[in-house]
């Protein structure tokens, strides 16, 4: 069963730019969680979408914007980026339907902001 | 406002002996916690949880404890190995709210041969 998948792994953009980033879930899954990692920072919850809806959001400004697809993959995009921005993020997916909080997490996209 | 705190960034423990690694929560509507782990260049991967109606919960040389009233939540390594050496993150959460958890900031545990 393959697991979550994340692109692109690495990649590097300016301030002002925007990123979009991609995530296929456990097949079945049909909840996926966005969270950032900083460095110092544990991890911090960005959004959820389940059944193409957002339905859980966390403390972040509008740049930060996701959405979910009908076969359960989702993006995240980040506009006007900022140095701060630079960050690992990781895509998690579970079931969904009720949820105790195990999660299964891809390995992250690890975006550099110059 | 930290709702989920790791007061240790680090721990160091010799093979063999028990590693015990802490946290504390703030919030009471929490209904569940949970440990996972993160080697370097990998996702985090789950390891135990408990729910808040539960004091103990083992599973093989893994153990976590719960103490509601001090709202400190531990995990005991039995014996430890080196492929114990990781990042350990608790995180919690309000039962039902899906995929978002409140998560420490993690724990760097090694262990020693």
């Known amino acids: 069963k393959a697991g979550v998948t994340q692109t692109p792994r690495y990649l590097i953009k300016t301030r002002g730019q925007q990123v979009t980033l991609s995530c296929s879930p456990i097949s079945g899954h049909r909840s996926v969680s966005w969270y950032q990692q900083t460095p110092g920072q544990g991890l911090q919850f960005l959004f959820e979408y389940f059944s193409e809806t957002q339905r859980n959001k966390g403390n972040f400004p509008g740049r930060f914007s996701g959405r979910q697809f009908s076969n359960s993959r989702s993006e995240m995009n980040v506009s006007t980026l900022e140095l701060g921005d630079s960050a690992l993020y990781l895509c998690?997916?579970?079931?969904?339907?009720?949820?105790?909080?195990?999660?299964?997490f891809g390995e992250g996209s690890r975006l550099t902001v110059l | 406002d930290q709702q989920v705190k790791q007061n240790s960034p680090s721990l160091s423990v010799q093979e063999g002996r028990i590693s015990i690694l802490n946290c504390d929560y703030t919030?009471?509507?929490?209904?569940?916690f949970l440990w996972y782990k993160k080697y370097p260049a990998e996702g985090p991967t789950f390891l135990i949880s408990i729910s808040s109606i539960k004091d103990k919960n083992e599973d093989g040389r893994f153990t976590v404890f719960l103490n509601k009233s001090a709202k400190h939540l531990s995990l005991h390594i039995v014996p430890s190995q080196p492929g114990d050496s990781a990042v350990y993150f608790c995180a919690a959460g309000p039962y039902n709210q899906g995929g978002k958890l409140i998560f420490g900031q993690g724990t760097e545990l090694s262990v020693k041969p």
């Open positions: 998690a997916s579970s079931f969904g339907a009720t949820n105790t909080g195990e999660l299964f």
């Open positions: 919030n009471s509507m929490f209904d569940y």
